[in-house]
């Protein structure tokens, strides 16, 4: 009987819409033309339900739901140098099922231990100064272990927080890391609801992602400045 907080819900329309959850599990969306819909709730560690709704012009409709949450399970396992097997701290490894997203960061030691549900995964998994892997792993009886081997290089693909600062002076349109929510002109998706099609995670840096009108994420009275961590070139 909590309240959920972050839960995604989406009315499946092809006008864009979608909202959040807050610490209450309170939400707020609509769109513009009545009609019967279908309403996707979603959170990470809970499975999705869909129902349906008819939304009538001029009426609020109010719609609570309950999610039920899925089974922990526990996945482990050792981030390595594909070269010099020596262990890799502060890797990332990002799990990417139908039941959420789950994080895990390797010590020391470049171990790591996540707890998710069972289900298929993509895996991702970078650290700063080496290429990024994605792999599909399952998930069936509440454990997992898979290693996973890196090969030195720069890239990042934004599925995780690698460490890239903001500057500069704008009043909008400030560069933020997540799932893109498109703006919008008549209807129509302007700049991208989703991240660039073949690259890992769902994640890219956009300014501002509030999502909208047009105009609504540009960049105003300022410039805006996204800066990479170091780049160590001994060597190269």
């Known amino acids: ?21 807050d610490v209450n599990g309170n939400y707020a969306t609509g ?6 819909y279908e309403v996707t709730f979603s959170a990470d560690g809970y499975a999705s339900l869909t129902v349906s709704v008819d939304l009538d012009n001029g009426q609020l409709v109010v719609l609570d739901v309950e999610l039920t949450p899925i089974d922990v399970a526990v996945i482990t396992g050792l981030v390595t140098d594909a070269v010099t097997g020596q262990p890799i701290p502060n890797a990332i490894v990002v ?8 994080e ?30 994605g792999q599909t792993e399952v998930v069936s009886n509440g454990t997992a272990a898979f290693n996973i081997e890196l090969i030195r290089g720069y890239q990042d693909d934004f599925f995780a927080d690698f460490g890239w600062t903001v500057s500069g002076s704008a009043t909008t349109g400030v560069w933020e890391r997540g799932d893109p929510n498109g703006t919008t002109s008549g209807g129509e998706f302007v ?19 509030d999502g909208g009108g047009v105009g609504a994420d540009d960049v105003d009275d300022g410039t805006m400045t996204l800066t990479s961590p170091t780049l160590g070139l001994n060597g190269y």
């Open 1 to 21: 009987g909590a309240p959920i907080e972050g839960a995604d819900v989406l009315i499946t329309a092809p006008q864009a819409n979608g909202a959040n959850s």
């Open 31 to 36: 769109l513009a033309t009545a009609g019967p």
């Open 95 to 102: 799990l990417n099922g139908g039941s959420g997203i789950f």
């Open 104 to 133: 895990g960061v390797t010590d020391f030691s470049g171990n790591y231990q996540i707890s998710a549900t069972n289900d298929n995964y993509d895996v991702a998994t970078g650290a700063w100064g080496y290429l990024h892997k």
């Open 191 to 209: 700049n991208p609801e989703d991240d660039v099609s073949g690259d890992l995670g769902i994640a890219a840096y956009v300014t501002g992602n």
